[in-house]
């Protein structure tokens, strides 16, 4: 079975880099699921069944987290000692703070539009584009344990979750729109 001390990486085999290669992440996974499934273990005895079931739960658990960058940045963040998953993280940045209120007022505006569907389709890229920045980011500041490039990452993820919240909010609004059709 599963060394349940291991982190995440070391799990799938893998250094612990923010820059991981996703598709050995999807091979890895699949051969530690080979391993532990429970269905390998449904005639075995009680407690073998019950360590194979969180085993199964824990590759997937890391799985979600190694595949994610947010998730993986934050998670390399606990292993740094921050708490980067914390609903207290804010940003000083004005410009971001500025940028994402129009975003928001950009997608409040949508539905009005003349063509609602190539205004969420540019609003979408712009928030993609927005979101690669700061995974780019990440994967610099995350190389190194420094004190400043920790806290410089720990922004980064804070933006990052805004960002992600309002993407997903526009693929809701996008999906909606057209359902209309």
Known sequence: MLD???NYFELFGLPADFRVDLDEVSLRYRDLQKVVHPDKFASAGEQQQRIAMQSATLVNEAYAVLKDPLKRAQYLLSLKGRDADGENLTTTDGAFLMQQMELREALGET???DD???VIDKLL???KTAINEQIAK???LLETSSPEDLDEAMESVYKMQFLN???SEAEALEAE???MI
């Open 165 to 167: 919240k309002l993407y």
């Open 177 to 179: 729109l057209e359902d």
């Open 116 to 118: 609602p569907l190539e």
């Open 111 to 113: 539905r009005e539009a």
């Open 125 to 127: 890229g712009t928030i």
């Open 138 to 140: 990440l994967t610099i």
């Open 4 to 6: 349940f001390s291991q």
